[in-house]
């Protein structure tokens, strides 16, 4: 069986086409790979993301249809227990 990955997305507004952040939803989220971390922000805050650009293991996906973004992480425990410290909200 595959080990899940970790993946850190923050999902926000943009405007003229750049994150805004005049509000952010994080999220840590197992999933298989990056596009399975998407799928399942998808289940929960609508579907239709594209991928506008990927750089290692960070990239970019717009909501088609609205002004929001998410930027997507790949993350190690070590980050995910700090991230727990700082925000302990964050679900899985």
């Excluded at 509000?23 to 609508?46: F, P």
């Excluded at 650009?53 to 929001?68: H, K, T």
Aim: aromatic letters at 14%; one cysteine or more; charged letters at 30%.
């Amino acid at each position: 069986m595959k080990t899940k990955n970790l993946y850190f997305i923050e999902v926000t507004d943009t405007y003229g086409g750049e994150a805004n952040y005049s509000w952010v939803l994080r999220y840590i989220i197992h999933a298989n790979s990056e596009r399975g971390a998407i799928c399942k922000l998808a289940r929960h805050d609508g579907a239709g993301w594209k991928k506008e650009y990927e750089a290692g293991d960070f990239s970019r996906d717009n909501l088609s249809g609205a002004c929001v973004c998410c930027f997507v992480e790949w993350i190690d425990d070590a980050r995910r227990r700090n991230a727990r410290a700082l925000f302990p909200h964050y679900g899985d």
